[in-house]
């Protein structure tokens, strides 16, 4: 006489299979996650680059570089409150020799970025 009901085995192998299912799908959920914001952060680096080099562009000669005008702050969409400072690193008698310009900005989610780079005077 067979009783009904499952049998040790059989419950084990159901407890493995939902195990295992479960283990993937948490991986795919993080991964997911980790993905989105490798993407933001890619986003976040791409546009500071841009800033800067723009930057370096409007300061390429001696006299752009003394007036020391920033060029305008327009973020990406996501990104907000940029704040840029720029400070005096290093001096040859009264001139100004290099410059170190931090930008910073808040990304989604929040998130702080603060990028900085430092500009030497250009050659005459």
């Known amino acids: 006489m067979r009783r009904s009901g499952f049998s040790f085995v059989e419950v084990m192998v159901a ?51 003394n007036a020391a005008v920033l060029p305008s702050v327009n973020p990406p969409s996501g990104f907000s409150s940029p704040t840029v400072a720029v400070e005096n690193i290093q001096r040859i008698g009264t001139q100004v020799v290099l410059r170190r310009v931090t930008l910073r900005f808040t990304g989604p989610q929040d998130r702080p970025y603060r990028f900085a780079t430092e500009v030497a005077l250009p050659p005459q």
């Open 15 to 65: 407890l493995a299979i939902l195990s295992l299912t479960i283990l993937i799908l948490t991986y795919f959920g993080s991964s997911f996650s980790l993905t989105r914001n490798a993407q933001i952060d890619t986003q976040a680096q791409a546009y500071a680059r841009s800033y800067f080099d723009n930057l370096r562009a409007s300061w390429s000669t001696r006299a752009t570089y």
